[in-house]
Protein backbone atom coordinates (compact mmCIF):
# COMPACT_ATOMS: atom_id res chain seq x y z
CA UNK A 1 0.00 0.00 0.00
CA UNK A 2 1.55 3.34 -1.27
CA UNK A 3 0.78 6.35 1.61
CA UNK A 4 -0.50 9.12 0.23
CA UNK A 5 0.00 12.37 1.74
CA UNK A 6 -2.27 15.80 0.87
CA UNK A 7 -1.18 19.18 1.59
CA UNK A 8 -4.26 20.94 1.46
CA UNK A 9 -7.63 19.91 2.15
CA UNK A 10 -9.81 22.46 -0.05
CA UNK A 11 -12.45 21.68 -3.03
CA UNK A 12 -9.68 19.64 -5.18
CA UNK A 13 -8.01 17.43 -1.86
CA UNK A 14 -11.89 16.54 -1.58
CA UNK A 15 -12.10 15.67 -5.45
CA UNK A 16 -8.93 13.51 -5.03
CA UNK A 17 -10.47 11.68 -2.19
CA UNK A 18 -13.51 10.26 -4.30
CA UNK A 19 -11.10 9.54 -7.07
CA UNK A 20 -9.01 7.32 -4.30
CA UNK A 21 -12.08 5.61 -3.18
CA UNK A 22 -11.42 3.66 -7.09
CA UNK A 23 -7.69 3.59 -6.79
CA UNK A 24 -6.31 0.35 -5.93
CA UNK A 25 -3.06 -0.31 -3.94
CA UNK A 26 -3.20 3.32 -1.99
CA UNK A 27 -4.39 4.70 1.45
CA UNK A 28 -4.59 7.61 2.07
CA UNK A 29 -2.23 8.24 5.20
CA UNK A 30 -2.26 12.23 6.18
CA UNK A 31 -3.41 15.61 5.63
CA UNK A 32 -2.06 18.97 6.56
CA UNK A 33 -3.89 22.38 5.73
CA UNK A 34 -5.12 25.21 8.20
CA UNK A 35 -8.66 24.32 7.08
CA UNK A 36 -10.25 21.31 6.58
CA UNK A 37 -7.96 18.93 7.23
CA UNK A 38 -9.99 16.87 9.89
CA UNK A 39 -12.76 17.14 7.87
CA UNK A 40 -11.33 15.39 4.73
CA UNK A 41 -9.74 12.85 6.91
CA UNK A 42 -13.03 11.73 8.26
CA UNK A 43 -14.04 11.65 5.25
CA UNK A 44 -11.51 9.71 4.21
CA UNK A 45 -11.58 7.29 7.10
CA UNK A 46 -15.45 6.91 6.73
CA UNK A 47 -14.64 5.51 2.93
CA UNK A 48 -11.97 3.02 4.16
CA UNK A 49 -9.57 4.82 2.77
CA UNK A 50 -7.20 3.95 5.68
CA UNK A 51 -6.28 5.48 9.17
CA UNK A 52 -6.27 8.70 7.68
CA UNK A 53 -4.19 11.20 10.31
CA UNK A 54 -4.09 15.14 10.12
CA UNK A 55 -0.27 16.58 10.91
CA UNK A 56 0.74 19.94 12.23
CA UNK A 57 3.11 20.52 9.05
CA UNK A 58 4.99 19.54 5.56
CA UNK A 59 7.95 18.06 7.41
CA UNK A 60 5.84 15.39 9.78
CA UNK A 61 3.60 14.69 7.03
CA UNK A 62 6.26 13.99 4.55
CA UNK A 63 7.70 11.47 7.48
CA UNK A 64 4.79 9.27 7.64
CA UNK A 65 4.21 8.84 3.90
CA UNK A 66 5.81 7.97 0.26
CA UNK A 67 3.37 10.30 -2.03
CA UNK A 68 3.38 13.83 -0.82
CA UNK A 69 0.65 16.18 -2.77
CA UNK A 70 0.19 19.87 -3.26
CA UNK A 71 -2.99 20.55 -2.99
CA UNK A 72 -2.98 24.10 -1.59
CA UNK A 73 -3.15 27.47 -3.07
CA UNK A 74 -1.03 28.18 -5.87
CA UNK A 75 0.73 31.19 -4.05
CA UNK A 76 1.90 28.55 -1.22
CA UNK A 77 3.19 25.83 -3.84
CA UNK A 78 7.04 27.09 -3.17
CA UNK A 79 7.07 27.84 0.28
CA UNK A 80 5.61 23.92 0.41
CA UNK A 81 8.30 22.40 -1.79
CA UNK A 82 11.09 24.23 -0.11
CA UNK A 83 9.71 22.06 2.96
CA UNK A 84 9.28 19.11 1.21
CA UNK A 85 12.78 19.58 0.00
CA UNK A 86 13.84 20.16 3.34
CA UNK A 87 12.50 16.79 4.52
CA UNK A 88 14.13 15.01 1.84
CA UNK A 89 17.54 16.55 2.48
CA UNK A 90 17.09 15.50 6.31
CA UNK A 91 16.67 12.11 5.65
CA UNK A 92 13.20 11.37 4.42
CA UNK A 93 12.35 9.06 2.17
CA UNK A 94 9.53 9.55 -0.98
CA UNK A 95 8.63 7.88 -3.57
CA UNK A 96 7.26 10.85 -5.46
CA UNK A 97 5.44 14.51 -5.21
CA UNK A 98 2.46 15.36 -6.72
CA UNK A 99 1.54 18.72 -7.42
CA UNK A 100 -1.83 20.16 -9.42
CA UNK A 101 -2.48 22.74 -12.06
CA UNK A 102 -0.81 25.14 -12.43
CA UNK A 103 2.72 23.73 -11.45
CA UNK A 104 3.52 27.74 -11.05
CA UNK A 105 2.24 31.32 -11.53
CA UNK A 106 5.07 32.16 -14.04
CA UNK A 107 8.08 30.77 -15.84
CA UNK A 108 10.29 31.35 -12.92
CA UNK A 109 8.70 29.79 -9.83
CA UNK A 110 8.00 26.38 -12.92
CA UNK A 111 11.78 26.58 -13.13
CA UNK A 112 12.15 26.50 -9.26
CA UNK A 113 9.90 23.87 -8.80
CA UNK A 114 10.95 21.57 -11.79
CA UNK A 115 14.54 21.83 -10.47
CA UNK A 116 14.03 21.33 -6.73
CA UNK A 117 12.26 18.12 -7.80
CA UNK A 118 15.08 16.64 -10.01
CA UNK A 119 18.01 17.94 -7.64
CA UNK A 120 15.70 16.20 -4.84
CA UNK A 121 15.30 12.91 -7.27
CA UNK A 122 12.08 12.26 -6.73
CA UNK A 123 9.64 11.34 -9.52
CA UNK A 124 7.24 13.62 -10.10
CA UNK A 125 3.40 14.17 -11.14
CA UNK A 126 1.81 17.23 -13.20
CA UNK A 127 -1.50 16.86 -12.61
CA UNK A 128 -3.49 17.84 -15.64
CA UNK A 129 -6.84 15.75 -15.10
CA UNK A 130 -7.93 16.79 -18.74
CA UNK A 131 -5.56 14.94 -20.25
CA UNK A 132 -6.91 11.65 -18.98
CA UNK A 133 -10.52 12.28 -19.03
CA UNK A 134 -11.81 8.68 -20.08
CA UNK A 135 -14.05 10.56 -23.30
CA UNK A 136 -11.12 12.03 -24.80
CA UNK A 137 -8.53 9.21 -24.28
CA UNK A 138 -10.92 6.58 -25.80
CA UNK A 139 -12.02 9.09 -28.64
CA UNK A 140 -8.06 8.95 -29.23
CA UNK A 141 -8.17 5.17 -28.93
CA UNK A 142 -11.01 4.67 -31.08
CA UNK A 143 -9.38 6.93 -34.21
CA UNK A 144 -5.79 5.87 -33.93
CA UNK A 145 -5.99 3.49 -36.79
CA UNK A 146 -8.05 6.31 -38.86
CA UNK A 147 -5.35 8.88 -37.63
CA UNK A 148 -2.60 6.27 -39.06
CA UNK A 149 -3.94 6.12 -42.66
CA UNK A 150 -5.15 9.70 -42.73
CA UNK A 151 -2.91 11.82 -40.38
CA UNK A 152 -2.98 13.30 -36.85
CA UNK A 153 -5.34 16.14 -35.73
CA UNK A 154 -5.12 19.72 -37.98
CA UNK A 155 -7.30 21.69 -35.50
CA UNK A 156 -7.99 21.55 -31.64
CA UNK A 157 -10.86 23.58 -29.89
CA UNK A 158 -10.66 22.78 -26.35
CA UNK A 159 -12.69 25.44 -23.41
CA UNK A 160 -13.27 25.37 -19.89
CA UNK A 161 -15.79 27.81 -18.39
CA UNK A 162 -17.93 28.27 -15.44
CA UNK A 163 -19.48 31.21 -13.60
CA UNK A 164 -16.36 31.82 -11.57
CA UNK A 165 -14.08 30.22 -8.83
CA UNK A 166 -15.50 29.00 -5.41
CA UNK A 167 -12.40 30.81 -2.95
CA UNK A 168 -11.68 34.63 -3.33
CA UNK A 169 -7.67 33.63 -3.61
CA UNK A 170 -8.74 32.25 -7.00
CA UNK A 171 -9.65 35.90 -8.33
CA UNK A 172 -6.82 38.19 -6.54
CA UNK A 173 -4.46 37.61 -9.74
CA UNK A 174 -1.46 38.78 -7.54
CA UNK A 175 -2.00 35.76 -5.28
CA UNK A 176 -3.50 33.44 -8.23
CA UNK A 177 -0.93 34.13 -11.00
CA UNK A 178 -3.76 35.87 -13.28
CA UNK A 179 -7.54 35.27 -13.83
CA UNK A 180 -9.29 32.50 -16.01
CA UNK A 181 -6.13 32.22 -18.19
CA UNK A 182 -3.67 31.20 -15.51
CA UNK A 183 -6.49 29.00 -13.43
CA UNK A 184 -8.38 27.26 -16.56
CA UNK A 185 -6.51 28.14 -19.73
CA UNK A 186 -3.56 25.83 -18.29
CA UNK A 187 -6.29 22.93 -18.69
CA UNK A 188 -7.30 23.80 -22.42
CA UNK A 189 -3.73 24.37 -23.40
CA UNK A 190 -2.74 21.30 -22.21
CA UNK A 191 -5.48 18.95 -23.51
CA UNK A 192 -5.60 21.23 -26.58
CA UNK A 193 -1.79 20.43 -27.56
CA UNK A 194 -2.53 17.03 -26.51
CA UNK A 195 -5.31 16.30 -29.04
CA UNK A 196 -3.13 17.53 -31.78
CA UNK A 197 0.00 15.31 -30.27
CA UNK A 198 0.08 12.38 -32.96
CA UNK A 199 -0.68 8.99 -31.04
CA UNK A 200 2.09 6.92 -29.71
CA UNK A 201 4.24 10.63 -29.02
CA UNK A 202 5.21 11.79 -25.88
CA UNK A 203 2.79 14.63 -24.20
CA UNK A 204 5.80 17.29 -25.58
CA UNK A 205 6.45 16.12 -28.24
CA UNK A 206 5.02 19.24 -30.65
CA UNK A 207 7.11 22.27 -31.11
CA UNK A 208 5.39 25.59 -30.10
CA UNK A 209 5.56 27.28 -33.15
CA UNK A 210 4.06 31.14 -32.31
CA UNK A 211 1.24 32.25 -29.70
CA UNK A 212 -1.89 34.67 -30.12
CA UNK A 213 -3.96 35.72 -27.73
CA UNK A 214 -7.16 38.02 -26.72
CA UNK A 215 -8.23 38.82 -22.71
CA UNK A 216 -11.19 40.83 -21.26
CA UNK A 217 -12.73 41.10 -18.46
CA UNK A 218 -16.20 41.39 -19.49
CA UNK A 219 -18.71 40.43 -16.52
CA UNK A 220 -16.68 40.78 -13.71
CA UNK A 221 -15.64 44.30 -13.55
CA UNK A 222 -19.54 45.56 -13.72
CA UNK A 223 -22.30 45.76 -11.39
CA UNK A 224 -23.19 44.14 -9.34
CA UNK A 225 -20.76 41.82 -10.16
CA UNK A 226 -17.62 43.80 -8.64
CA UNK A 227 -19.89 44.52 -5.92
CA UNK A 228 -20.38 40.53 -5.31
CA UNK A 229 -16.72 40.64 -5.61
CA UNK A 230 -15.96 43.15 -3.16
CA UNK A 231 -17.92 41.90 -0.38
CA UNK A 232 -15.85 39.08 -0.72
CA UNK A 233 -12.32 40.94 0.32
CA UNK A 234 -11.73 41.16 -3.86
CA UNK A 235 -11.65 44.49 -5.55
CA UNK A 236 -11.82 44.27 -9.04
CA UNK A 237 -11.32 48.34 -9.62
CA UNK A 238 -7.93 48.31 -8.02
CA UNK A 239 -6.26 44.75 -9.21
CA UNK A 240 -8.73 43.07 -11.84
CA UNK A 241 -8.23 39.94 -13.71
CA UNK A 242 -9.43 38.75 -16.86
CA UNK A 243 -12.62 36.77 -16.79
CA UNK A 244 -12.38 36.12 -20.61
CA UNK A 245 -9.38 34.44 -22.50
CA UNK A 246 -8.83 32.83 -26.08
CA UNK A 247 -5.47 31.73 -26.98
CA UNK A 248 -4.33 30.13 -30.09
CA UNK A 249 -1.08 28.18 -30.95
CA UNK A 250 0.48 27.06 -33.33
CA UNK A 251 2.50 23.88 -33.43
CA UNK A 252 5.24 22.05 -35.97
CA UNK A 253 5.48 18.21 -35.74
CA UNK A 254 9.65 17.58 -35.48
CA UNK A 255 9.63 14.74 -37.57
CA UNK A 256 7.14 16.04 -40.46
CA UNK A 257 6.79 20.14 -40.06
CA UNK A 258 3.44 19.86 -40.94
CA UNK A 259 1.51 22.56 -38.99
CA UNK A 260 -1.43 22.24 -36.43
CA UNK A 261 -3.67 24.50 -34.70
CA UNK A 262 -4.94 24.78 -31.08
CA UNK A 263 -7.38 27.44 -30.02
CA UNK A 264 -7.78 27.64 -25.95
CA UNK A 265 -10.72 29.23 -24.65
CA UNK A 266 -12.27 29.77 -20.96
CA UNK A 267 -14.20 31.99 -19.08
CA UNK A 268 -15.69 32.67 -15.69
CA UNK A 269 -18.96 34.06 -17.54
CA UNK A 270 -20.42 30.46 -18.04
CA UNK A 271 -23.97 31.36 -16.56
CA UNK A 272 -25.19 27.86 -17.63
CA UNK A 273 -25.80 24.79 -15.62
CA UNK A 274 -22.61 24.50 -14.13
CA UNK A 275 -18.84 23.49 -15.11
CA UNK A 276 -18.41 22.65 -19.11
CA UNK A 277 -15.27 20.85 -20.51
CA UNK A 278 -15.68 20.79 -23.82
CA UNK A 279 -12.96 19.74 -26.61
CA UNK A 280 -13.42 19.37 -30.14
CA UNK A 281 -10.69 17.84 -32.28
CA UNK A 282 -10.42 17.68 -36.18
CA UNK A 283 -8.46 15.24 -38.01
CA UNK A 284 -8.42 15.28 -42.00
CA UNK A 285 -11.43 13.11 -42.32
CA UNK A 286 -12.35 12.52 -39.28
CA UNK A 287 -13.78 14.33 -36.20
CA UNK A 288 -14.15 14.24 -32.28
CA UNK A 289 -16.40 16.28 -29.77
CA UNK A 290 -16.60 16.37 -26.12
CA UNK A 291 -19.08 17.73 -23.62
CA UNK A 292 -19.15 17.40 -20.22
CA UNK A 293 -22.75 19.13 -19.71
CA UNK A 294 -23.84 16.39 -22.08
CA UNK A 295 -24.98 13.09 -19.53
CA UNK A 296 -27.93 10.43 -20.32
CA UNK A 297 -28.70 11.62 -16.44
CA UNK A 298 -30.85 14.26 -15.48
CA UNK A 299 -32.75 15.81 -12.60
CA UNK A 300 -35.94 17.63 -12.28
CA UNK A 301 -36.44 19.78 -8.66
CA UNK A 302 -39.67 21.85 -8.76
CA UNK A 303 -40.31 25.44 -7.26
CA UNK A 304 -42.09 23.80 -4.19
CA UNK A 305 -39.50 21.12 -3.37
CA UNK A 306 -36.22 23.25 -4.12
CA UNK A 307 -36.32 24.37 -0.53
CA UNK A 308 -35.69 21.16 -0.01
CA UNK A 309 -31.99 20.82 -1.66
CA UNK A 310 -29.15 22.32 0.02
CA UNK A 311 -26.21 21.67 -1.83
CA UNK A 312 -26.43 22.02 -6.00
CA UNK A 313 -22.91 20.49 -6.13
CA UNK A 314 -24.28 17.17 -5.41
CA UNK A 315 -25.53 16.96 -8.87
CA UNK A 316 -22.55 18.77 -11.08
CA UNK A 317 -19.33 20.57 -9.95
CA UNK A 318 -20.08 24.93 -10.05
CA UNK A 319 -23.76 23.96 -10.82
CA UNK A 320 -25.76 27.06 -10.74
CA UNK A 321 -29.08 26.86 -10.47
CA UNK A 322 -31.08 24.58 -7.57
CA UNK A 323 -33.67 23.36 -9.34
CA UNK A 324 -35.72 22.69 -12.45
CA UNK A 325 -33.90 20.67 -14.97
CA UNK A 326 -30.20 19.90 -13.78
CA UNK A 327 -27.87 17.91 -15.27
CA UNK A 328 -26.62 14.98 -13.47
CA UNK A 329 -23.14 13.44 -14.01
CA UNK A 330 -23.03 10.63 -11.43
CA UNK A 331 -19.07 9.80 -11.61
CA UNK A 332 -17.48 13.25 -11.82
CA UNK A 333 -13.85 12.17 -10.66
CA UNK A 334 -14.13 9.51 -13.55
CA UNK A 335 -15.82 11.76 -16.25
CA UNK A 336 -12.81 14.76 -15.10
CA UNK A 337 -9.77 12.19 -15.18
CA UNK A 338 -8.64 12.71 -11.98
CA UNK A 339 -9.32 8.73 -11.26
CA UNK A 340 -7.02 7.92 -14.30
CA UNK A 341 -4.15 10.38 -13.53
CA UNK A 342 -3.77 8.85 -10.19
CA UNK A 343 -4.00 5.26 -11.75
CA UNK A 344 -1.20 6.57 -14.13
CA UNK A 345 1.10 7.85 -11.47
CA UNK A 346 0.70 5.51 -8.74
CA UNK A 347 2.16 2.52 -10.67
CA UNK A 348 5.25 5.07 -12.04
CA UNK A 349 5.87 5.78 -8.52
CA UNK A 350 6.06 2.14 -7.73
CA UNK A 351 8.85 2.00 -10.42
CA UNK A 352 10.72 4.89 -9.76
CA UNK A 353 9.30 6.73 -12.46
CA UNK A 354 7.88 9.73 -13.49
CA UNK A 355 4.05 10.37 -14.14
CA UNK A 356 2.69 10.46 -18.10
CA UNK A 357 2.87 14.15 -16.98
CA UNK A 358 6.27 15.56 -14.93
CA UNK A 359 7.33 18.56 -13.60
CA UNK A 360 9.02 19.51 -16.44
CA UNK A 361 5.89 19.17 -18.84
CA UNK A 362 3.89 21.64 -15.94
CA UNK A 363 6.93 24.06 -16.90
CA UNK A 364 6.10 23.82 -20.42
CA UNK A 365 2.64 24.29 -20.28
CA UNK A 366 3.16 27.36 -17.58
CA UNK A 367 5.30 28.65 -20.49
CA UNK A 368 2.80 28.32 -22.99
CA UNK A 369 0.23 30.37 -20.23
CA UNK A 370 3.11 32.99 -20.18
CA UNK A 371 2.99 33.47 -23.77
CA UNK A 372 -0.26 33.91 -24.03
CA UNK A 373 -0.49 36.78 -21.27
CA UNK A 374 2.18 38.20 -23.50
CA UNK A 375 0.96 37.92 -26.54
CA UNK A 376 -2.32 40.29 -25.23
CA UNK A 377 -0.30 42.27 -23.57
CA UNK A 378 1.68 43.30 -26.58
CA UNK A 379 -1.12 42.88 -28.57
CA UNK A 380 1.23 40.71 -31.05
CA UNK A 381 1.65 37.42 -32.34
CA UNK A 382 4.31 35.89 -29.68
CA UNK A 383 7.22 33.72 -32.17
CA UNK A 384 8.65 31.07 -29.99
CA UNK A 385 11.15 30.29 -31.95
CA UNK A 386 12.94 33.37 -31.38
CA UNK A 387 15.57 32.57 -28.65
CA UNK A 388 15.34 35.90 -27.28
CA UNK A 389 11.67 35.71 -27.01
CA UNK A 390 12.04 32.30 -24.97
CA UNK A 391 14.90 34.40 -22.52
CA UNK A 392 12.16 37.35 -22.17
CA UNK A 393 9.90 34.50 -21.05
CA UNK A 394 11.98 33.17 -18.42
CA UNK A 395 11.92 36.10 -16.30
CA UNK A 396 8.09 37.58 -17.52
CA UNK A 397 5.57 38.20 -15.14
CA UNK A 398 2.18 39.31 -16.58
CA UNK A 399 0.92 42.68 -15.63
CA UNK A 400 -2.59 41.00 -14.51
CA UNK A 401 -0.34 39.22 -11.91
CA UNK A 402 1.76 42.60 -11.20
CA UNK A 403 -1.61 43.56 -10.11
CA UNK A 404 -1.90 46.20 -12.80
CA UNK A 405 -4.58 44.80 -14.83
CA UNK A 406 -5.88 47.68 -15.59
CA UNK A 407 -3.42 48.56 -17.78
CA UNK A 408 -4.37 45.68 -20.05
CA UNK A 409 -7.60 44.54 -19.68
CA UNK A 410 -10.20 46.17 -22.39
CA UNK A 411 -13.60 46.77 -20.12
CA UNK A 412 -11.71 48.02 -17.26
N1 LIG B 1 -7.65 19.98 -11.62
C1 LIG B 1 -8.62 20.82 -11.42
O1 LIG B 1 -9.58 20.90 -12.18
C2 LIG B 1 -8.58 21.71 -10.21
C3 LIG B 1 -9.80 22.14 -9.63
C4 LIG B 1 -9.73 22.97 -8.52
C5 LIG B 1 -8.49 23.38 -8.03
N2 LIG B 1 -7.34 22.95 -8.62
C6 LIG B 1 -6.02 23.38 -8.10
O2 LIG B 1 -5.85 22.84 -6.80
C7 LIG B 1 -5.21 23.77 -5.94
C8 LIG B 1 -6.10 23.99 -4.70
O3 LIG B 1 -7.35 24.51 -5.11
P1 LIG B 1 -8.67 24.31 -4.22
O4 LIG B 1 -9.81 24.62 -5.12
O5 LIG B 1 -8.65 23.03 -3.51
O6 LIG B 1 -8.48 25.51 -3.18
P2 LIG B 1 -9.26 25.73 -1.80
O7 LIG B 1 -9.09 27.16 -1.47
O8 LIG B 1 -10.61 25.11 -1.89
O9 LIG B 1 -8.41 24.84 -0.75
C9 LIG B 1 -7.07 25.14 -0.43
C10 LIG B 1 -6.60 24.27 0.74
O10 LIG B 1 -5.20 24.54 0.96
C11 LIG B 1 -5.01 24.94 2.32
N3 LIG B 1 -3.89 25.89 2.39
C12 LIG B 1 -3.91 27.23 2.26
N4 LIG B 1 -2.66 27.72 2.41
C13 LIG B 1 -1.86 26.66 2.64
C14 LIG B 1 -0.46 26.54 2.90
N5 LIG B 1 0.36 27.60 2.93
N6 LIG B 1 0.03 25.30 3.13
C15 LIG B 1 -0.79 24.21 3.11
N7 LIG B 1 -2.11 24.28 2.87
C16 LIG B 1 -2.63 25.49 2.63
C17 LIG B 1 -6.34 25.53 2.74
O11 LIG B 1 -6.49 25.54 4.16
C18 LIG B 1 -7.31 24.57 2.06
O12 LIG B 1 -7.42 23.39 2.82
C19 LIG B 1 -5.01 25.03 -6.77
O13 LIG B 1 -3.69 25.05 -7.22
C20 LIG B 1 -5.95 24.90 -7.94
O14 LIG B 1 -5.47 25.50 -9.11
C21 LIG B 1 -7.37 22.11 -9.68
Known amino acids: ?29 GVCAPQGAETLAECARENGLGNTRVFENTAALCAAVDVVCIFAPNYARLEIMRDIAKAVEGGVKIKGIICEKPLARNLQEADIMARMAKALGV ?10 MPPVVEARRQLAAVEQSMGSVHLARSAEEHGGPHEPWFWDPTKQGGGVCCDMGCHSIAVGMYMLTPSGKPPNYLTPVSVTANMALLKWGKEPWISQLKKRGVDYAVTPAEDYSNVIIEFKDPETGIRSVAQATNSWMYDAPGLRLFMEAFGPGYSYTVNSLESPAGLFISDAAATAVADSELALEKAQATRGALVLQHNEPDLYGYIAEWQDAIPAF ?45 TYVPLVQQGKGAEVLPGV
Request: no cysteine; net charge negative; aromatic share 8%.
Open 1 to 29: MLKIGMIGAGFVAGFHERALRSVRGVELA
Open 123 to 132: PTAYFENQLH
Open 350 to 394: EQGKNALLDFEYGRLITMLVMAGYMAHEQKKVIDLTDSAVLQALE
